[in-house]
């Protein structure tokens, strides 16, 4: 394979476009005649301008963003929305959260230190490997918002279709599904998404907010970068932000848009995973652990019938040139995450890989 890369099927930080990373090797020493790389360059030189005016112009476009959303860029990783979006958005101090694996947990927890959770519906009673159904959840009329983790990465379950939240805001940890298909932006009240999944580097997270939930009223004692408002009013340059994260995610972007957009992704995801599921539907030794209607097009988790058996696999994977296939801790097995980036040639080099494994050890 080109440059003896193999194929990573790593959850986070992952695989990226090989185009991209050939263009920014290209700019590296010295970024159109300015004589320095990215990495060294002031945040308030022109040519930065530029490089995040468009990053923010080519998500928009992508997503069809509307204008009254302010697009973010923010430190801290996923993890600190956790926290973040409570502080900003909890006006009664009161939130409906929906659990449906490890993420959306760590977001409860967290939010709990700052008001009242009410866990509406929950996936736990089998272990996290459906998404309850959202079509009547019990909602108090002073709640603040209605908060869902879109695509479960490490259980590997996805929402088919979104809660039905009777008017209230939704919140959306998009960050293992972000621009992995079309998305109505206008269905939420925010969105955000850590980019070392499906985007770009780690340390950094987009988050795409509806303007009338930013707030002046902020308890004092919050931090100022944890502001959503501070950040909005500053186009995300309040302080020094993720210039190199935000240039390479500006590079996935332009990448998207010439490959057709998130209609001509979504259709290759779906024609990846199904060369992933159609395999595990078949196979005697290997079972996909979610129930169909809920299994994520980037997050593939499966199992034998024991933890040794896992282990041999995952062993015979990484001698075979596949990485990152043993599944997170806390749920054991193997997963493959098959994001964006990844081409449908590894996936079907994995399944190839996998169906010889099984004739052997049959
Ligand atoms: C990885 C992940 C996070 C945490 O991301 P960090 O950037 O490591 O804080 C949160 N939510 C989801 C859905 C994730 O996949």
Redesign the pocket.
């Known amino acids: 394979m080109k440059y003896d890369r193999i194929y990573n099927f790593s959850?986070?930080p992952a695989t990226m476009p090989e185009p991209v990373l050939e263009e920014i090797r290209d700019e590296m020493m010295n970024y159109r005649g300015t004589g320095m790389s990215v990495m060294e360059m002031s945040h308030r030189s022109k040519a930065y301008q530029q490089i995040i005016d468009e990053a923010e112009q080519d998500l928009r476009d992508l997503m069809g963003i509307p204008d009254n959303y302010k697009v973010l860029f923010i430190q801290g990783?996923?993890?600190?929305q956790f926290a973040m979006v409570p502080m900003n958005l909890m006006k009664n101090g009161k939130a409906v959260y929906v659990e449906t694996g490890a993420?959306s947990k760590k977001a409860i927890a967290e939010a709990k230190k700052y008001g009242e959770v009410i866990v509406a519906a929950s996936s736990k009673d089998k272990n996290y490997t459906y998404v309850p159904d959202c079509s009547d959840l019990d909602i108090p009329a002073d709640a603040d918002y209605v908060y869902i983790?879109e695509?479960?990465?490490i259980h590997g379950v996805t929402f088919s279709q979104l809660p039905n939240t009777k008017g209230h805001v939704l919140v959306s940890?998009q960050?293992?599904m972000f621009l992995s298909k079309p998305c109505n932006v206008s269905d939420y009240g925010m969105i955000y998404a850590?980019v070392?999944?499906n985007v770009g580097p780690?340390g950094m997270?987009i988050a795409i907010i509806r303007e009338d939930l930013l707030r002046d009223d902020l308890d004092p004692t919050t931090p100022i970068y944890m502001n959503y408002k501070l950040q909005a009013d500053n186009d995300s340059m309040y302080n020094t932000p993720n210039c190199w994260a935000i240039y390479c995610c500006g590079k996935v972007f332009k990448y998207l848009k010439s490959i057709g957009g998130l209609d001509a992704m979504y259709e290759k995801n779906l024609d990846k995973a199904k060369v992933m599921y159609d395999f595990l539907d078949q196979s005697k030794m290997f079972t996909g652990t979610v129930e169909k209607e809920f299994r994520s097009l980037m997050n593939i988790p499966f199992v034998t019938e024991n933890a040794e058996k896992d282990a041999a696999v995952v062993a015979a994977t990484k001698a075979a040139g596949f990485e990152n296939l043993k599944g997170h801790k806390s749920v054991g097995g193997l997963r493959a995450s098959t994001y964006n980036a990844m081409p449908k040639e590894g996936v079907e080099a994995l399944v190839k890989f996998l169906k010889e494994y099984e004739a052997a050890n049959a």
């Not at 990783?77 to 600190?80: D, E, N, S, Y």
């Open positions: 959850a986070g990783g996923a993890t600190l993420w983790c695509n479960e990465t940890d960050s293992s850590g070392q999944k780690a997270v």
